[in-house]
Structure formats: C-alpha cells, structure tokens
C-alpha cells in the first residue's frame, strides 16, 4: 500500500487530528488538514505527557520543542477530605513510569509545526457539513473533495460521526469541570507539595493540581453537574473552601471568567466504514482521570498512519487491522477511567480505605498504567 502516494482530507484540528494528519504525511500521503475555525487554537490548560505519547511526538521529530519547558513531578498523590495521601504512584525516577506536564498550547503548536515540516496543506475555515464512506467530504461553502482516506476527529459531538451511523453510545457522567491556569506562587500548597501532582477528593467534589511549567500551574474543578453551588461564571470561592479548607490559597488565586464541560465517554459500533476512519474524542472520548485522553489520540492516530501505510491488502483490510490493533486497550483506558470517575460518587469514609487498598495493589497500578507505558503501534518500526 505504501508505494502509491494518496491523498487524505483530515477534519478537526485537535490533538487526534493534527497527529493523524502529521504521521500521514510523513508515510508519504497528500494532505489536508480542514479546522472550522480561523486558526488552530488551544484553549488554556495543561495536559499530560506520558511515555505513549512522547513516543508519537518523538517520532514526528517535535518531542524536544513541546516539552520543553515542561514540569517533571516526583509523585502523582490522591488525597482525602482530610488531606491525607491514601494512594501515591512514583513517577520519573530512573527505570520508572516517565509523565511530564505541558501547557496545551505547547503541545497543539509542536504538532503544527509537525504537519508544517511534514507538508501537510492547511484550510481554516473550513467546516465539513457531511461524510461519505467512498470517501467524499462536502464543506459549509458548498464544494465536494475526495479522498482515499477521510480522517474525522471533530471531537466529541461529531455529527459526521453520528451521520455515518457509528455510534453505540455517548454516555455522561453527569459530572462537570471547569480548568483553569493561574500564576505559580509560593504559598498556593504547602511546599514539599507543589513538585506534585495532586488529587484532591471531599464529598463528591474533586481539585486537581498540576504544575505545568515554571511559571503556570493547571487546575481542575470538578463537581455533579446538579451541584449548581460549586459552578458559576466566576469560581464560587465559599463553597470550594469549604469542601477543601487546606486549598484556601489555591482557590482565591482563581479569578476569571470559567467554562464548564461535561465528563462524557463515547463508544463506536465501528472507528471506519469504507474510506473513512474516526478517532480522537469523536470515537473514544473519556473521563479525564488516566491524563490519557490526548495520550489515546495521538496514539491511535499514529497507529492508523501506520497501518493504512504498510497493511499489506486493501484499505478495508488496513482500517480492519487497525481497529483491532488499537481499540482493546483504548477501550480499557476508557473503563478504567470511568471507574475511577465513579469514586467521586462514593462517602469519604469508605472511599479512603478502597483508595488506600487499591494504592497499594501492584495490580491496580499496572492496569492504571497500561495505556500510559504501552509502545504506539509503528514506534518501533
């Protein structure tokens, strides 16, 4: 398949889809990458890197400029409404788990420049209206393009997905986040805290707190979507101090207007039919509780780049192969973190000994980490 150049029209640009259309490119295809909106923007947070996706980045030759700058944490702790570590998982000490913490723009414009040096060709404002499985594209202005490979990542509420009649089910959570990055400072946590990645849990509200370079630090809030209290325009202070007293500092430093999203997970009959292929958020959302969400994209991208280019067959064989080859551990990615989603709904006092039990299962651990250590399919190629 590889010895023939052909073309590929990607919509959506997002982590999945600047992945795909960069490692496509690389493999020797034509293509176009089609973001409706005037420019590829990444909206204000961090994400995490684990050593899934610092392989794809590597392989597409921007790991050094997207992690540059970037936060190595000694520890990635959960604690309880008391602020007490009931589970701690090492990280980045030699021969173990490696995770680094990037402001998102970082990793949105090292993939950008990727496309760019890999020759893809770039169309904003370019809304894709509908899809077909033979592999056409018809667009907001009325114009029809075809391709040999149609790449759809347009996020979680895909309506060409849903067009095309592939989704299972779009499951929420009923739990809503709102992130935000503020100025790192002294005094925010205490400081043998602020090197690590912390989980906080009280009642069914949950703080996040990642350091995402020297200067920002990332923050999550999490509460049930009919806990109106904790959600507003504007970070409601009282009632986020009073589930976490001891995070005082932490959330009087968040001023600003905040958005808040739904947690959804979504599941396909199948990622393809005919020419087209689905990923990212549009095929395989999840909770965000692994940090495995852009680490999924990218790495499934890359795996259909891969398997699209050297599967030996039709293109109907590759994008067989590939969903077979990708969708298992995604799918346990997705479990996994819908489980750890359901915590939140669990009373403080049983939640603690279940978490303190399962912090110390190597068991839980490996499986938390699966995804996250797993090489992307094509890396070792």
């Not at 005037?38 to 961090?46: H, L, Q």
């Not at 806990?227 to 986020?240: K, N, S, T």
């Not at 709904?345 to 303190?356: F, Q």
């Amino acid at each position: 398949m590889h010895e023939v150049s052909r073309r590929a029209e990607v919509i959506g640009g997002g982590i999945g889809g600047l992945t795909a259309a960069a490692a496509l490119a690389r493999q020797g295809w034509s293509v176009t990458l089609h973001e409706r909106d005037t420019e590829i923007r990444a909206f204000g947070s961090g994400i995490y890197l684990w050593s899934n996706g610092m392989a794809v980045l590597d392989r597409l030759g921007v790991l050094e400029k997207v992690i540059r700058g970037a936060h190595c944490g000694r520890a990635i702790e959960t604690r309880n409404n008391r602020n007490s570590t009931v589970a701690s998982v090492p990280v980045n000490s030699p021969g173990g788990v490696r995770v680094l913490t990037v402001l998102r723009e970082n990793l949105i414009n090292g993939l950008v420049d990727a496309c760019h040096a890999s020759g893809v060709r770039f169309e904003s404002n370019s809304a894709a209206k509908s899809v077909e499985p033979e592999g056409s594209v018809t667009f907001a202005d009325g114009r029809t393009e075809f391709a040999d490979l149609v790449v759809v990542a347009d996020g979680v509420g895909s309506r060409l997905r849903d067009r095309l009649g592939l989704l299972r089910q779009r499951r929420s959570l009923d739990q809503r986040c709102a992130r935000v990055l503020i100025d790192r400072a002294p005094g925010l946590v205490p400081a043998g805290d602020e090197a690590n990645y912390i989980e906080y849990m009280s009642g069914k509200r949950f703080v996040l707190y990642t350091p995402s370079s020297a200067t920002q630090v990332y923050i999550a809030f999490v509460c049930p979507a009919a806990d109106f209290a904790a959600q507003g325009d504007v970070l409601p202070r009282d009632e986020w101090i009073r589930s976490f007293p001891h995070l005082r500092p932490l959330v009087e430093a968040v001023v600003g207007d905040l958005r808040w999203d739904d947690f959804e997970q979504v599941e396909l009959e199948t990622w393809s039919t005919g020419k087209v292929a689905v990923l990212g958020d549009a095929a395989h959302a999840q909770p965000p509780y692994l940090g495995q969400g852009g680490g999924c994209a990218m790495t499934n991208a890359f795996g259909l780049a891969h398997a699209v280019t050297h599967t030996e067959g039709s293109l109907r064989d590759a994008l067989t192969s590939w969903e077979a080859t990708e969708r298992p551990l995604i799918e346990h990615t997705q479990r996994f973190s819908y489980r750890v989603g359901q915590l939140n709904n669990v009373p403080d006092l049983p939640r603690t000994a279940l978490l303190t039990v399962l912090g110390r299962s190597s068991a839980v651990g490996r499986s938390r980490l699966r995804a996250a250590t797993a090489l992307p399919t094509g890396c070792s190629a």
